[in-house]
């Protein structure tokens, strides 16, 4: 089926305010990921969900950054009171979630561009 | 320091030159090791996975693992204009982090014909 969507693909908020990046998984991937890719840089981890559950938040920089998958497939990643050094490209990841190769094959979308001015 | 390095380059060679792409990495507890192709404006697609040491081959394009000296390689042959990509090495310990990569910042590659 289709890959891993994004939206928005382009975002651009002021400083303090709230956003919420969306991101649909390939349909029957069990896992998701959130990574944030700074300019010239690679992607870092930020959040893994196993289905609704969030087993891995460690990544997330601060408080202001919340992740949620309530019903398994489709996620948010929401920031409060956005700041300048929040901008960057927000990818998300799903894999099978099975087996070895399951966890690390991971298929990524476009990704969101965040610029907060 | 990060856990893992990777020279930016930028890397530019001609059409059908051998690539040799590289990184290294201070966790001795990374146990996978992947290699992504990213293309501007897109999300990175993996390429090669591998498990522990030793060398695997799919194509064009051979991945080594040497854990004893933490360094993993990328080679690409007859390299292609499509070629033209940011590579990206990714790791990963496994355990309690599984799934969760460890990326280097990516090498950028151009091949010109």
């Known amino acids: 089926g289709a890959g891993v969507s994004q939206s928005p693909r382009y975002k651009v908020a002021k400083r303090g305010q709230d956003v919420a990046l969306r991101c649909d998984p390939i349909?029957?991937?069990?896992?998701l990921f959130w990574y944030q890719q700074a300019l010239g840089q690679g992607p870092e981890f930020l959040t893994y969900?196993?289905?609704?559950?969030?087993?891995?938040k460690s990544g997330l920089p601060s408080d202001r950054f919340f992740a949620e998958r309530p019903e398994g497939s489709v996620s948010t990643l929401k920031i409060q009171r956005t700041q300048q050094e929040d901008s960057a490209v927000y990818l998300c990841?799903?894999?099978?979630?099975?087996?070895?190769?399951?966890?690390?094959?991971?298929?990524f979308g476009p990704g969101t561009r965040l610029t907060v001015t | 320091q990060k856990e893992v390095e990777q020279d930016p380059g930028p890397l530019s060679v001609p059409e059908g030159a051998i690539v040799s792409l590289n990184c290294t990495y201070s966790?001795?507890?990374?146990?996978?090791f992947m290699w992504y192709r990213q293309y501007s404006r897109k999300g990175p697609e993996l390429l090669m996975y591998?498990?522990?040491?030793g060398n695997k081959e799919d194509g064009r394009f051979t991945a080594q693992v040497d854990k004893s000296s933490k360094y993993i390689s990328l080679f690409i042959r007859d390299s292609q204009p499509s070629d033209s990509a940011t590579y990206l090495c990714?790791?990963?310990?496994?355990?309690?982090?599984?799934?969760?990569?460890?990326f280097g910042r990516g090498t950028q590659l151009t091949v010109w014909p």
């Open positions: 591998t498990y522990s040491s």
């Open positions: 966790n001795s507890a990374f146990q996978y």
């Open positions: 349909s029957g991937h069990v896992s």
């Open positions: 969900f196993q289905n609704e559950a969030q087993l891995d």
């Open positions: 990714a790791m990963s310990a496994g355990g309690s982090t599984l799934g969760r990569l460890y």
């Open positions: 990841a799903s894999s099978l979630g099975t087996g070895l190769a399951g966890f690390y094959e991971q298929y």
